[in-house]
């Protein structure tokens, strides 16, 4: 793999996974209800109060992924959210189409994190001061 493709494979996964934590919270404030949500996360064993992190989180962490501001922290920092994800469906089976959602979702989009983590912002990004380190690297 050279840059180009590195850095376009960064593009693509940041705006994917960006989208998607975008989506999800604005499914949680306007389908679901910040009430709503707040109970959800008390009726799984989850303080109540975590919903308005976690929709911060995910609305905040996706905007930035999706401008490729501080992506390597962004990232890490909304890997727990998946890992939460993970821990509430982990009891549903694998399959997302399995009653309540399964675990398959969570985990994937939990390895991605790890993944966009790892790559960074790649080169088509909005780069914050501290950022000087290389977003990717070329392989053979």
């Known amino acids: 793999m050279n840059n180009q493709q590195a850095n376009i494979a960064a593009l ?4 994917s996974l960006g ?3 975008v989506a999800h919270a604005l499914l949680k404030i306007f389908v679901f209800t910040l ?12 303080p109540g109060g975590l919903a308005y992190v976690v929709v911060a989180m995910e ?3 996706g905007l930035l992924l999706i401008t490729g501001t501080g992506v390597r922290v962004v990232s890490l ?3 727990p959210v998946l890992l939460g994800a993970l821990y509430v469906h982990a009891g549903n089976g694998w399959m ?25 912002a790649g080169s088509y990004a ?7 380190t290389p977003n990717t690297t070329q392989t053979n």
């Open 35 to 46: 009430p709503g949500t707040v109970q959800f996360f008390a009726s799984v064993g989850l």
């Open 12 to 15: 693509l996964l940041r705006i």
């Open 19 to 21: 989208t998607m934590f």
């Open 96 to 120: 997302f189409s399995s009653a309540n959602g399964g675990w398959e979702y969570p985990a994937f989009l939990a390895a991605a994190t790890v993944v966009q983590t790892l790559l960074g």
């Open 59 to 61: 609305l905040g962490g």
């Open 126 to 132: 909005i780069k914050l001061p501290f950022e000087n």
């Open 77 to 79: 920092a909304l890997l």
